[in-house]
């Protein structure tokens, strides 16, 4: 039988701009401009920063550009930082079975090697298309949970692989070179999720270390490097391995090569800046307040019920989730997310990510703990019955004087496939609020009307150009 590496190195091959719909082409834009977004957004964030200074004084081939900064280096290096800086604030995009974030892959490796070999915009977004069909496909073949399971961020260990497909389509590589590409990035494959025993900063790293590794594979590859081409489905390859024999659907792989479900246009977008299994619960509460015009500090309780999977994330341990360490405990505490977002002045304003209520002093703010604590979470059949095709979440407030409020909702706003798309114009919007503080109006512009006009572009260059400080 064929290996599978080797179909997909065919299929994507053989795979033209001009054989992407419409919808996909503006997906894929759209997917870059938000990734611009939140790395800029991040660049000063430390866990970017000290990478951004590795990579700055390591010197070799000025190839790729990092966002923010004046200086092109080698573009796994480019890589490396702007996937890290994009994944620091907790507000890259997310797709529902994967549990991951393929943006933070695939956007900074793509890039960095279009830029590198010049590729136009039409050559990147097709590299961009495959690179989110991959990652996002290899975590939906595994029984939903069990990569968490074994200690596993989806980001990192399936991410890799879109970054190495992505890479080897804007290469140009042959369908031989591609599935050695990808048996390379097998043995490269990692994340644990570790990090939130004690808040630390690895999953951020995650993201850049998977778009910088993704891209070398395919560098490797196409200098002749050989790598097995039996990674997926092989006696000792990554399924077996990641998952175990029993706790994946073969079918998923095959079924997504050739494409007939583009999955970068069931990647859903971000509102808030922290863990996504948050989202709808913020959402529910949110909505439950303003619609009914309850006042914080008449609730009594707030107990809300979340899918079985999202416990040990946002929940466990309590204790540290209701009194964070760090920003990463804060970003993945329900009960912080809850107080914190419901206490923000700018509580409904449109396209609010709250980045400023998970940051290191917010964090110890009596208010928002001592609302924190009125918040209760448990599992619960109802939600549980539409996850990992949605991420349900419903809230049930009670208030001092004995009312109950109650709703729930199958997925949060910016959720593609719950039907709560955004608009190109609610994108815009949110580009403006996330870099208003470190471009200006004009810049800003430019950048928005240079993406959304990707297909017409000769080369990337000139968009990280635009970026330098």
């Given at each position: 039988?064929?290996?599978?590496?080797?179909?997909?190195?065919?299929?994507?091959?053989?795979?033209?701009?001009?054989?992407?719909?419409?919808?996909?082409?503006?997906?894929?834009?759209?997917?870059?401009?938000?990734?611009?977004?939140?790395?800029?957004?991040?660049?000063?964030?430390?866990?970017?920063?000290?990478?951004?200074?590795?990579?700055?004084?390591?010197?070799?081939?000025?190839?790729?550009?990092?966002?923010?900064?004046?200086?092109?280096?080698p573009a796994a290096l480019a890589a490396l930082v702007?996937?890290?800086?994009?994944?620091?604030?907790?507000?890259?995009?997310?797709?529902?079975?994967?549990?991951?974030?393929?943006?933070?892959?695939?956007?900074?490796?793509?890039?960095?090697?279009?830029?590198?070999?010049?590729?136009?915009?039409?050559?990147?977004?097709?590299?961009?298309?495959?690179?989110?069909?991959?990652?996002?496909?290899?975590?939906?073949?595994?029984?939903?949970?069990?990569?968490?399971?074994?200690?596993?961020?989806?980001?990192?260990?399936?991410?890799?692989?879109?970054?190495?497909?992505g890479s080897a389509k804007i290469m140009g590589l042959?369908?031989?070179?591609?599935?050695?590409?990808?048996?390379?990035?097998?043995?490269?494959?990692?994340?644990?999720?570790?990090?939130?025993?004690?808040?630390?900063?690895?999953?951020?790293?995650?993201?850049?270390?998977?778009?910088?590794?993704?891209?070398?594979?395919?560098?490797?590859?196409?200098?002749?490097?050989?790598?097995?081409?039996?990674?997926?489905?092989?006696?000792?390859?990554?399924?077996?391995?990641?998952?175990?024999?029993?706790?994946?659907?073969?079918?998923?792989?095959?079924?997504?090569?050739?494409?007939?479900?583009?999955?970068?246009?069931?990647?859903?977008?971000?509102?808030?800046?922290?863990?996504?299994?948050?989202?709808?619960?913020?959402?529910?509460?949110?909505?439950?307040?303003?619609?009914?015009?309850?006042?914080?500090?008449?609730?009594?309780?707030?107990?809300?019920?979340?899918?079985?999977?999202?416990?040990?994330?946002?929940?466990?341990?309590?204790?540290?989730?209701?009194?964070?360490?760090?920003?990463?405990?804060?970003?993945?505490?329900?009960?912080?997310?809850?107080?914190?977002?419901?206490?923000?002045?700018?509580?409904?304003?449109?396209?609010?990510?709250?980045?400023?209520?998970?940051?290191?002093?917010?964090?110890?703010?009596?208010?928002?703990?001592?609302?924190?604590?009125?918040?209760?979470?448990?599992?619960?059949?109802?939600?549980?019955?539409?996850?990992?095709?949605?991420?349900?979440?419903?809230?049930?407030?009670?208030?001092k004087d004995g009312k109950t409020f109650y709703k729930?909702?199958?997925?949060?706003?910016?959720?593609?496939?719950?039907?709560?798309?955004?608009?190109?114009?609610?994108?815009?919007?949110?580009?403006?609020?996330?870099?208003?503080?470190?471009?200006?109006?004009?810049?800003?512009?430019?950048?928005?009307?240079?993406?959304?006009?990707?297909?017409?572009?000769?080369?990337?260059?000139?968009?990280?150009?635009?970026?330098?400080?």
């Amino acid at each position: 039988m064929k290996p599978f590496a080797l179909t997909i190195g065919e299929y994507t091959n053989q795979l033209n701009y001009t054989d992407l719909p419409l919808n996909i082409v503006q997906e894929a834009k759209y997917k870059t401009l938000d990734n611009i977004a939140v790395t800029v957004a991040a660049y000063e964030e430390a866990p970017a920063r000290i990478l951004a200074d590795y990579a700055l004084t390591a010197g070799g081939r000025e190839e790729a550009g990092i966002f923010m900064y004046e200086k092109r280096v080698p573009a796994a290096l480019a890589a490396l930082v702007n996937g890290t800086a994009a994944h620091c604030l907790e507000i890259d995009d997310d797709h529902n079975e994967l549990l991951g974030h393929p943006g933070v892959t695939a956007v900074p490796a793509c890039l960095a090697m279009a830029e590198k070999t010049g590729a136009s915009g039409q050559d990147y977004i097709t590299g961009l298309v495959v690179a989110y069909q991959l990652s996002c496909s290899l975590g939906m073949s595994v029984h939903s949970g069990v990569l968490h399971d074994w200690g596993y961020h989806p980001t990192g260990v399936c991410g890799i692989f879109g970054a190495a497909l992505g890479s080897a389509k804007i290469m140009g590589l042959s369908p031989e070179q591609t599935a050695c590409a990808l048996g390379i990035a097998g043995s490269q494959s990692a994340g644990l999720f570790e990090f939130v025993a004690d808040g630390s900063w690895t999953k951020r790293f995650h993201g850049g270390w998977s778009a910088h590794s993704g891209l070398l594979a395919a560098t490797f590859a196409a200098g002749g490097y050989t790598g097995p081409k039996s990674v997926f489905e092989g006696r000792m390859g990554w399924l077996h391995a990641y998952a175990g024999e029993g706790n994946y659907d073969w079918s998923v792989m095959e079924n997504s090569f050739p494409i007939n479900v583009y999955e970068i246009d069931r990647t859903s977008y971000k509102p808030y800046a922290c863990c996504r299994h948050n989202h709808t619960a913020i959402d529910v509460v949110l909505d439950l307040v303003e619609e009914n015009g309850i006042a914080i500090d008449n609730i009594e309780r707030i107990e809300v019920r979340l899918p079985t999977e999202a416990i040990p994330i946002i929940v466990q341990p309590p204790e540290r989730k209701l009194h964070p360490e760090t920003t990463v405990d804060s970003q993945f505490s329900i009960y912080y997310s809850i107080a914190a977002t419901l206490l923000s002045p700018e509580q409904r304003d449109t396209m609010t990510t709250f980045i400023d209520q998970f940051t290191a002093e917010k964090i110890k703010d009596p208010a928002i703990l001592a609302l924190a604590a009125r918040v209760t979470c448990s599992d619960h059949p109802e939600v549980n019955v539409l996850f990992p095709a949605y991420y349900a979440a419903s809230a049930l407030i009670t208030t001092k004087d004995g009312k109950t409020f109650y709703k729930l909702e199958k997925g949060h706003r910016g959720e593609q496939v719950a039907g709560k798309r955004w608009s190109e114009q609610e994108l815009v919007k949110r580009f403006h609020k996330l870099t208003a503080g470190f471009l200006n109006s004009a810049r800003r512009e430019t950048i928005i009307n240079t993406v959304l006009d990707l297909e017409n572009i000769s080369t990337l260059t000139g968009i990280t150009n635009m970026l330098k400080v």
